[in-house]
């Protein structure tokens, strides 16, 4: 069974930086993801990234402040949040796939999900 794990996350203040991984075992996922739930709201696409490293894709919210990456030959995907501001805090999600043609901002297009990690932004 294919469990991706997060790791990272925790309290930041506005404006800092936070650095997310997730690692899941099997063969090598055609796309990676992150997704993120505040309370009361529904799951929100963040960005995603396809097996190979050279496409990404980012929700307009955080474009210019997070940053997608993989490592190469590995289920490996890393979120760089920078600037970050309360709106960000959320439980973090890493979803991978082998779907080759859902939309990378779908939820419907992953099929294993971590259980999350929380990102709290406060001062």
């Known amino acids: 069974q294919v469990q991706p794990v997060e790791y990272g996350g925790g309290l930041g203040q506005p404006g800092s930086s936070l650095r997310l991984s997730c690692e899941a075992s099997?063969?090598?996922?055609?796309?990676l993801a992150w997704f993120r739930q505040a309370p009361g709201n529904e799951r929100e696409f963040v960005a995603a990234?396809?097996?190979?490293?050279?496409?990404?894709w980012y929700a307009d919210s955080v474009k210019g402040r997070f940053t997608i990456s993989k490592e190469n030959l590995k289920n490996a995907v890393y979120l760089q949040m920078n600037n970050l501001i309360p709106n960000d805090t959320a439980l973090y999600s890493c979803?991978?796939?082998?779907?080759?043609?859902?939309?990378?901002?779908?939820?419907?297009?992953?099929?294993?999900w971590g259980q999350g990690t929380q990102v709290t932004v406060s001062s």
């Open positions: 099997g063969p090598l996922f055609y796309r």
């Open positions: 979803a991978v796939t082998n779907n080759v043609v859902g939309y990378p901002s779908h939820i419907s297009t992953y099929h294993y």
């Open positions: 990234i396809a097996r190979g490293g050279g496409a990404t």
